[in-house]
Structures are given as structure tokens and as C-alpha cells.
């Protein structure tokens, strides 16, 4: 609702006659964007599946084409849910490309992980407090682990990262300069702390051997000496 009634953001969704609200203002369609509201937690086969392969418009091809190269990317949203909703989800998501022979499959996650430590129970706690819980944080307490939950699911490849990791190792150091004069950074010891609880995880799953010449390689670049 909130993009449909602001100029600026209404101008890039493609015609208007083609955008349409549903759902109580939750959902949106149009020729170039979906907004799609959907409980996670439940199997996708109940909360996905009839919504990204059932098309509002009969003249138009469903939301979701396994023959497409896609890119699922999850910002702090397994970390809210159960271990096994999560897994789930990546599970179907991989079977659903499996279906289809050159398919293309990459996901990216962020969140907070490794928080038995006692920076990490401090920021559980504060969440307690406001009554938020992070149920698929718990299995998660190595950045070994992380990957593993990618390969777990059926993607072919997967990497792990922590934030302080790739700040060190990926971020040249004139970029990490202006960033520093940009946040009045001087004490780095603070931010490390908070960025090892932190990481960035990928996987690629490839529907055939064609595709990896391709993409078989999908990783960081690590920055100039």
C-alpha cells in the first residue's frame, strides 16, 4: 500500500494499469515487481507453492521459472525460525530447481551466529526482553557449520564468512578508510567483536554440468596487497 501511494516509487513498477494490490495491501503485483506476503514457518508446500506458480493473470507465466538463473536471499529471517522450518525450506527450493535440467540455484544468507559466548548472551537477552527469540541460531555456533546446512539441503557448493572476516580480507583498504572517516570509526576492537557474530553465507546449486562452466565459480574477490 505504502509503495502504491508514493509517486517515486509507484513510477518503477511499469504500467499502472498492470499493478494491482491484494491481500489487504500486503501484496503487490505488476509487470516488474511482486511483493508477496507469506508465513515461512509453515511447509511451503502450503505457503509458497500456490503462490509463486499460480499467476494473477492467466496471459502471464507463473511468478517463479526454475529455468531462470535465481538468487534467494534471506536477511535475518532463519535465524527467527526453527531449524527444521528453515532446512525445510531450503530443501524445497532446491527440489523444485531440480526439476528443471540447466537450472540455476544461488542463495545468500545473513544473520547472527555463535552467540554461546558471552557477547552473544548478551545480546540474546536483550532480545528476551523484547520478547524475540532466535530459535535457528542455536544449531549454527561454527562458521563450519553454516555451509554444511547449504550442502545438508542439496546445493552443490557453499561458503561461510564472518563479517570481520570478509572486513579484513575483502574490503581494500582505501575503501575501509573512507568508510572509517564516514562513521568517525578510530577503535576497531568494539566493531570486530560485533562483526565475528555476524556472517554472510552462500550455496549454488547447478542443475547440469553446462551450468558450472558458468558458475561454477562464485566466490569473493579478495582485495589488492
Given at each position: 500500500?505504502?509503495?502504491?501511494?508514493?509517486?517515486?516509487?509507484?513510477?518503477?513498477?511499469?504500467?499502472?494499469?498492470?499493478?494491482?494490490?491484494?491481500?489487504?495491501?500486503?501484496?503487490?503485483?505488476?509487470?516488474?515487481?511482486?511483493?508477496?506476503?507469506?508465513?515461512?514457518?509453515?511447509?511451503?508446500?502450503?505457503?509458497?507453492?500456490?503462490?509463486?506458480?499460480?499467476?494473477?493473470?492467466?496471459?502471464?507465466?507463473?511468478?517463479?521459472?526454475?529455468?531462470?538463473?535465481?538468487?534467494?536471499?534471506?536477511?535475518?529471517?532463519?535465524?527467527?525460525?526453527?531449524?527444521?522450518?528453515?532446512?525445510?525450506?531450503?530443501?524445497?527450493?532446491?527440489?523444485?530447481?531440480?526439476?528443471?535440467?540447466?537450472?540455476?540455484?544461488?542463495?545468500?544468507?545473513?544473520?547472527?551466529?555463535?552467540?554461546?559466548?558471552?557477547?552473544?548472551?548478551?545480546?540474546v537477552n536483550n532480545l528476551k526482553e523484547r520478547n524475540i527469540s532466535l530459535p535457528g541460531v542455536e544449531p549454527y555456533q561454527t562458521i563450519e557449520s553454516l555451509s554444511t546446512r547449504f550442502l545438508d539441503s542439496g546445493f552443490a557448493a557453499a561458503v561461510a564468512l564472518t563479517l570481520k572476516d570478509i572486513r579484513k580480507a575483502y574490503i581494500d583498504d582505501g575503501e575501509l578508510e573512507r568508510i572509517s572517516k564516514l562513521e568517525f570509526l578510530d577503535e576497531?576492537?568494539?566493531?570486530?567483536?560485533?562483526?565475528?557474530?555476524?556472517?554472510?553465507?552462500?550455496?549454488?546449486?547447478?542443475?547440469?554440468?553446462?551450468?558450472?562452466?558458468?558458475?561454477?565459480?562464485?566466490?569473493?574477490?579478495?582485495?589488492?596487497?
Amino acid at each position: 500500500m505504502a509503495i502504491r501511494q508514493s509517486k517515486d516509487l509507484a513510477a518503477t513498477l511499469g504500467d499502472p494499469s498492470g499493478v494491482s494490490l491484494g491481500r489487504g495491501g500486503t501484496a503487490l503485483h505488476s509487470e516488474k515487481y511482486y511483493l508477496l506476503p507469506a508465513d515461512l514457518r509453515l511447509p511451503p508446500e502450503e505457503s509458497l507453492e500456490s503462490t509463486l506458480f499460480s499467476s494473477p493473470d492467466p496471459e502471464h507465466k507463473a511468478i517463479l521459472d526454475p529455468s531462470l538463473p535465481t538468487l534467494l536471499l534471506f536477511e535475518c529471517v532463519l535465524a527467527y525460525m526453527l531449524p527444521s522450518s528453515s532446512s525445510r525450506l531450503l530443501e524445497w527450493f532446491v527440489k523444485t530447481f531440480q526439476k528443471s535440467q540447466n537450472s540455476v540455484l544461488g542463495c545468500i544468507v545473513y544473520e547472527m551466529f555463535g552467540l554461546n559466548d558471552a557477547f552473544g548472551r548478551v545480546m540474546v537477552n536483550n532480545l528476551k526482553e523484547r520478547n524475540i527469540s532466535l530459535p535457528g541460531v542455536e544449531p549454527y555456533q561454527t562458521i563450519e557449520s553454516l555451509s554444511t546446512r547449504f550442502l545438508d539441503s542439496g546445493f552443490a557448493a557453499a561458503v561461510a564468512l564472518t563479517l570481520k572476516d570478509i572486513r579484513k580480507a575483502y574490503i581494500d583498504d582505501g575503501e575501509l578508510e573512507r568508510i572509517s572517516k564516514l562513521e568517525f570509526l578510530d577503535e576497531t576492537e568494539e566493531l570486530n567483536l560485533v562483526l565475528a557474530h555476524y556472517f554472510i553465507s552462500w550455496g549454488l546449486y547447478l542443475g547440469s554440468s553446462d551450468s558450472s562452466a558458468i558458475w561454477g565459480h562464485w566466490e569473493l574477490t579478495k582485495k589488492r596487497n
